[in-house]
């Protein structure tokens, strides 16, 4: 079945410095990878989508470049703010149904 | 754009009863809804997937049983707990997804308290 790995845990930042979550995948078919990030307390929101023509998806600063040959979907920012600190989850939809990693609490410091 | 509510926000309910949530999708046609649990320290866990004029699919660990869903038309679907516990507390989330945009669209999460 369809599987998302992330990195785990927590990372913690200095703003400013650079931001990258990794995320990989498994699937039987070539899936939409997405990134959702979630603040406390709240629901998850859409980031970022990967696109199917294989150009790189930005919001807010981030960006993301799916890699088929690696399965990757990388999320990367170069300059970390105070305001990215949340929670980070990676997922693909291989179909209605998206599958999710088990996301990374991101924390950025002064 | 795409908005997707639920109701209630939080609710608390005592251990045994049972409780009803609600779903809607605006803006869009949701082709498909699907229900998740996030529980404390726990990533998200998929429910079911509901799709139009497709059978409601549970995954595996919820049944019909504890959590029927009710999706009648494209923008509306529910699902009631029925008689919870403690380790049904969580954030239950609605993802509808907009066919046209192969995209999912979370609510903001009904909050479930057992007390």
């Known amino acids: 079945g369809d599987s998302v790995t992330q990195t785990e845990g927590l990372v913690t930042l200095t703003e400013g410095l650079p931001v990258m979550l990794n995320c990989t995948y498994q699937s039987t078919y070539s899936p939409f990878l997405f990134w959702y990030v979630q603040h406390l307390n709240e629901a998850p929101k859409l980031l970022l989508k990967s696109f199917t023509d294989n150009k790189r998806p930005e919001h807010q600063g981030f960006h993301a470049t799916l890699h088929k040959s690696s399965s990757s979907f990388h999320l990367q920012k170069s300059s970390a703010q105070l305001s990215d600190s949340a929670l980070y989850y990676c997922?693909?939809?291989?179909?209605?149904?998206?599958?999710f990693g088990g996301g990374t609490r991101l924390t950025v410091r002064p | 754009g795409a908005l997707v509510y639920q109701y209630p926000r939080r609710t608390i309910c005592k251990s045994g009863t049972s409780m009803r949530m609600e779903c809607q999708a605006v803006?869009?046609?949701?082709?498909?809804v699907a229900w998740y649990r996030q529980s404390p320290q726990k990533t998200f866990e998929l429910i079911a997937l509901s799709t139009v004029n497709s059978a409601i699919k549970y995954e595996q660990n919820f049944t019909q049983e504890k959590f029927p869903i009710s999706h009648p038309n494209l923008s509306f679907s529910s699902m009631t707990v029925l008689n919870a516990y403690l380790e049904d507390r969580g954030l239950y989330l609605c993802g509808a997804r907009d066919w046209g945009q192969d995209t999912q669209y979370f609510g903001p999460g009904t909050r479930l308290l057992v007390l």
């Open positions: 803006g869009f046609q949701a082709t498909s």
């Open positions: 997922a693909l939809s291989a179909g209605a149904k998206l599958t």
